[in-house]
């Protein structure tokens, strides 16, 4: 048991288990085993949400008094990014303690106050779970590093040095996600720490089995304290080459290798990332969830991977594995590309072996939503973009403040800069401080977030307008659009479960599908990928559709509304939802 939870009184240990143990047998959300299906999961970035101290900082007592407002939006399950104990390197992905929360968002009474109200509310809360390092405070790493021959000296990934004409140097050829080698020279040790992510963040040795053990009484832990699932953080980097071959180069054109923005020769992940090894891993985390509590505790997997094959092994050969990898193939194509998104949905739809996927548009670590966009039809597209999301046959994750239509604010200084790839790499790389601005309520001071002096992060100068209080009261909001097409996502039976159906699948503007569900019902989505009016027709008759008569479910503010499949009419990045009759 980790240190950490003997420390806990008797008492308190009692009490916590008992609140976990009462979440487990009362959840309502967790109570059908297929509620993540088709559901709506809400990522949380902690520090950004609500602030409930005026400390400048969002904490789990903010997210608790923000509960109502995600039941009325429609919400399953809320993932949050890290809130264990950290140096905050970054931002809580190097952990310290694996037992605790961070005493700047609150304390495991509050943790499991809000799995309770959440649980009131039928919404799961959802852990990140970083299993491929920790931070170079935790104790394990402190250990390891002291000597070549403590107990857990073989915890991380030590190297022995490479020698060139007599001067030292890493064992092989690997980057750090953030640039640079990702060998550390350690002087206690004499010898390299690996680590894919900050220097801060040392690597984890998931070769052994003590390792293994000791992350999966993690994932005991919170499944105790009643976490409805996992969102398993960079989960196809746990293995590594044992052989410690180099890299191949990444070639440029001449065939020389790039070089990156610090200069370093470009290397491709060959044997670095999504090594078979990982597959194991995938089902013992599934047994251990399984074992712990008979509820359904959900596997979601950060799984940025090169091809829906690799996809469709995430689920399991027998649906061993993650319930949910997340499709990034989707989301972040990085253009509106018609023939693409067409491509990419169809292989989620058709190539996964009816594997429920996971599409996800926006998180902490890129752009939001309004990359897609240069002119000035902002809103629309962000309407298009929720319509592609939410009426597809996925489970949908979302991004705070997309539903208000939160945008990037990229720091125009270098001193309101907090994340380090920005620190380090202004002004050409500014960092993911712009899609982690505090989210904007109301457009009072702080935007509603805190009544601190000063927030961790400057509120956007857009929440004057962009905010909750203003979009409640506005009938064509982006936020009433939200809540109106999520909720028709639950209630449409050919939205919620029905199968999904290219349609005119030449057309370069407009993105059109079909949902038909098992009962004979259907429904047909356009959306239109441009800034220029676009009209469509429908023929149905190959999917022995013979009427074309529609009913009109959801369209974008101001469009004309229609009775007939033979002419829909479409806005600059329009929309129509429309039953079949």
């Known amino acids: 048991m980790h240190p950490a939870v003997r420390r806990l009184s008797c008492v308190f240990f009692a009490l916590a288990l008992a609140a976990g143990l009462r979440a487990q047998s009362t ?95 039928n919404i799961g809360i959802i852990m990140d779970l970083v299993l491929n390092h920790t931070s170079d405070q935790h104790p394990w790493f402190k250990e390891s590093a002291s000597s070549r021959t403590n107990p857990k000296a073989d915890w991380y990934m030590w190297r022995d040095p490479k020698y060139v004409n007599g001067h030292r140097e890493p064992p092989n050829n690997w980057l750090s996600v953030f640039g640079r080698s990702a060998w550390q020279w350690d002087p206690a040790r004499q010898q390299y720490y690996y680590h894919r992510f900050y220097i801060q963040q040392p690597d984890l040795n998931w070769n052994n089995p003590q390792v293994r053990k000791a992350m999966y009484d993690v994932e005991r832990f919170w499944i105790r304290h009643g976490v409805a699932g996992f969102r398993l953080d960079a989960i196809t980097a746990l293995f590594e080459d044992p052989q410690d071959r180099d890299e191949p180069y990444i070639l440029g054109p001449d065939g020389k290798p790039l070089l990156d ?82 491509a990419r949905i169809n292989e989620a739809e058709t190539e996964i072996n009816g594997d429920q996927p996971l599409f996800v548009f926006d998180n902490h670590d890129n752009h939001r939503w309004d990359r897609f966009v240069t002119d000035d039809h902002r809103i629309d597209l962000g309407r298009m973009l929720a319509a592609v999301l939410f009426a597809s046959r996925d489970t949908a994750m979302m991004y705070y403040g997309d539903e208000i239509g939160m945008v990037t604010t990229v720091p125009t200084r270098k001193e309101d800069v907090r994340d380090p790839i920005g620190i380090t790499g202004w002004p050409k790389e500014k960092g993911r401080d712009g899609e982690r601005t505090p989210m904007q309520w109301d ?73 038909k569900s098992p009962g004979g019902e259907a ?36 469009e004309a509304d229609t009775h007939t499949l033979r002419h829909i009419a479409l806005g600059p990045y329009g929309v129509y939802i429309g039953k079949v009759e």
């Open 27 to 121: 959840s309502a959300v967790q109570q059908n085993p297929n509620w993540w299906k088709n559901a709506v999961i809400y990522e949380i970035y902690p520090r950004s949400f609500q602030d409930s101290n005026g400390d400048g900082i969002g904490d789990l007592n903010g997210i608790t008094s923000r509960l109502d407002y995600l039941q009325r939006l429609g919400i399953n399950a809320i993932w949050l990014t890290p809130i264990y104990p950290s140096p905050q390197v970054d931002f809580g992905y190097d952990i310290s303690d694996y037992y605790s929360i961070d005493p700047q968002y609150g304390t495991l009474a509050d943790f499991d106050r809000l799995v309770a109200e959440a649980r009131k509310r």
């Open 261 to 342: 923005a610090w200069g370093d020769k470009e290397v491709e992940s060959t044997y670095t990332d999504n090594l078979p090894e990982v597959h194991d891993v995938l089902r013992e985390l599934r047994q251990v969830a399984d074992e712990t509590t008979s509820r359904k505790v959900i596997l979601i997997g950060e799984t940025y991977l090169d091809s829906v094959s690799d996809l469709r092994r995430m689920y399991g050969a027998h649906n061993d594995e993650l319930e949910l990898p997340m499709d990034m193939e989707v989301g972040f194509i990085g253009k509106l590309d018609v023939p693409l998104f067409r």
């Open 443 to 515: 457009s009072g001071i702080d935007a509603g977030f805190s009544a601190a002096a000063k927030t961790w992060l400057p509120i956007p100068p857009s929440y004057k307008t962009v905010n909750v209080a203003a979009e409640e009261r506005d009938p064509d909001s982006i936020l009433r659009w939200y809540e109106q097409i999520i909720a028709l996502k639950k209630s449409d039976p050919a939205l919620h479960s029905g199968e999904e159906i290219m349609l005119n699948t030449t057309d370069n503007n407009v993105l059109s599908w079909l949902r």
């Open 523 to 558: 429904v047909v989505v356009a959306c239109n990928f441009t800034a220029q009016p676009q009209t469509v027709s429908f023929d149905l008759s190959a999917q022995g559709i013979s009427g074309d008569r529609v009913k009109t479910l959801m369209k974008s503010p101001g």
